[in-house]
């Protein structure tokens, strides 16, 4: 009988083992919490004839098992890659990557192909097992895929047919060399598309315009390119508030310079009329419009979704009023460019809570942003000293390290005035892994936190 070893037992390393049984395989789950330890995963690697071994995300690559794999030449696959193996290839890959968004925009994607009648599924990032779809074998139309930098690592096998970088900010730096190797990683997406696919490109984000500059990156898009932009330029484009989207999808708009602008363009919808609000957003539906015209959704559907669809749990969610005190659960801001783009969202008095891992990020933007627009900071989490030495460094005196969430919001309880028209943001721009599982459950915390001691 054929034999793996999966690496992992979150929800991708589960859904592996489901379809590698499926499959005929002996299955071996290492996870030092819940599997097989990682001293037992390397007595069976040394004894046992591996055809593989199926690596979760989360796991480094200088982890002791994968070292010793590479020494005896053992093949070590990502669950991506091994559940697109084992899909059925008529189905169309929809996939997005990026450092911020990419989560509203593949499950509003998913969202949006459903609510125009289409048989679809979301996998990958957004916390449902690529490998657990495949194995469920459900029928399809299209799959929409949100890929992190981890599930494109190792020279990534999945053929999308639309794909699509909505922004790249330094991010992870404690895993990678440098920041271009971040980005660079991010391009895997495009690697096995060939040139009747379709390449979204955000013509706003600078980091990704400079890296298309060179050749060894240029070349790995292959596919047809739409272009998209919150300004007057590209295929889809915003202009005097309404979203454009040219008739003829393989020109731009700069094309045109001498035409008006209705004989070439159409409008879909004005921006004043998204449900999602903010200017992220607006980015995110911008790639969702993108992709929703490759795939004939009619601008009928499209207006209507956009119009009505709901932001997500933990994005800037608002769950929570004491008088006129608004509480916004941004736990999903897990980096300094999406916490950026939240204090961004709010013209009223800002109290921010912020704080979790260090990443090893440079956080001088993130600070310079808070001395211009937040009137307080509570602090909590590893990284806690840093921002307060950042902070005091550019004479930011507004803020009270009070190390949990608990501990916060007592004090907002016997301290804070709640009459004030202002909102409470919760958006930690970092991850919090040394207080919680992960973004959800330090959201849920949050929320029910609130609810306990403030409401």
């Not at 929409?144 to 330094?170: M, R, W």
């Not at 992870?172 to 660079?184: M, Q």
């Not at 009329?273 to 969702?288: P, Q, R, T, Y």
Request: proline content about 1%.
């Amino acid at each position: 009988m054929k034999k793996a070893l999966v690496f992992g037992a979150g929800l991708s390393g589960q859904g592996a083992e489901e379809l590698l049984k499926k499959k005929g395989y002996t299955v071996y789950l290492v996870d030092d919490k819940s599997g097989m330890t990682t001293k037992e995963g390397i007595e069976i690697l040394e004894n046992k004839t591996l055809e593989f071994i199926v690596k979760s995300p989360g796991i480094s690559w200088t982890a002791e098992l994968l070292v010793k794999a590479k020494e005896k030449n053992v093949k070590i696959i990502s669950e991506i890659d091994l559940a697109y193996n084992y899909m059925d290839k008529k189905v169309k890959i929809v996939s997005f990557t990026g450092t911020n968004g990419k989560t509203t925009t593949s499950t509003k994607m998913y969202e949006l192909l459903s609510f125009a009648g289409k048989r679809a599924r979301l996998a990958g990032n957004a916390g449902f097992s690529f490998a657990k779809l495949v194995a469920d074998e459900v029928l399809l139309d299209y799959i929409v895929l949100e890929l992190s930098s981890y599930q494109l690592e190792n020279d990534p096998q999945v053929h999308s047919y639309i794909a699509g970088i909505i922004n790249l900010t330094p991010d992870h730096l404690a895993r990678y060399n440098s920041v271009e190797d971040y980005y660079i990683t991010k391009f895997n997406i495009f690697d096995k598309q060939i040139e009747q696919d379709f390449v979204l490109i955000n013509l706003d984000d600078e980091k990704f315009a400079g890296l298309y500059e060179k050749k060894e990156i240029r070349e790995k898009i292959k596919a047809k390119k739409v272009y998209l932009s919150q300004k007057k330029r590209g295929t889809i484009f915003i202009h005097e508030g309404d979203i454009f989207v040219m008739k003829d999808m393989n020109t731009k708009i700069e094309d045109y310079s001498d035409k008006d602008i209705q004989d070439v363009a159409e409008k879909l919808v004005s921006v004043k009329d998204l449900s999602l609000k903010g200017k992220h957003n607006l980015e995110n539906m911008l790639f969702l419009i993108g992709a929703g015209k490759i795939l004939n959704i009619s601008n009928e559907n499209m207006e209507q979704f956009l119009k009505k669809t709901k932001a997500l749990e933990h994005r800037l969610e608002n769950f929570f009023v004491k008088e006129n005190t608004t509480f916004i659960n941004d736990s999903k801001g897990t980096n300094v460019e999406s916490t950026l783009k939240a204090i961004d969202s709010f013209d009223n008095k800002i109290i921010l809570i912020l704080g979790g891992d260090d990443k090893k990020v440079p956080n001088d933007e993130l600070v310079k942003n808070i001395k211009e627009k937040v009137d307080f900071v509570y602090l909590m989490g590893d990284n806690a000293p840093l921002l307060e030495m950042n902070m005091e460094k550019i004479g930011y005196k507004n803020y009270k390290n009070l190390e949990t969430l608990e501990n916060i919001l007592n004090y907002l309880k016997e301290n804070e005035d709640f009459s004030e028209d202002k909102t409470v943001l919760f958006s930690p721009a970092t991850s919090s892994f040394c207080q919680f599982k992960n973004f959800e459950h330090r959201g849920q915390v949050f929320k029910d936190l609130t609810e306990k001691i403030l409401g």
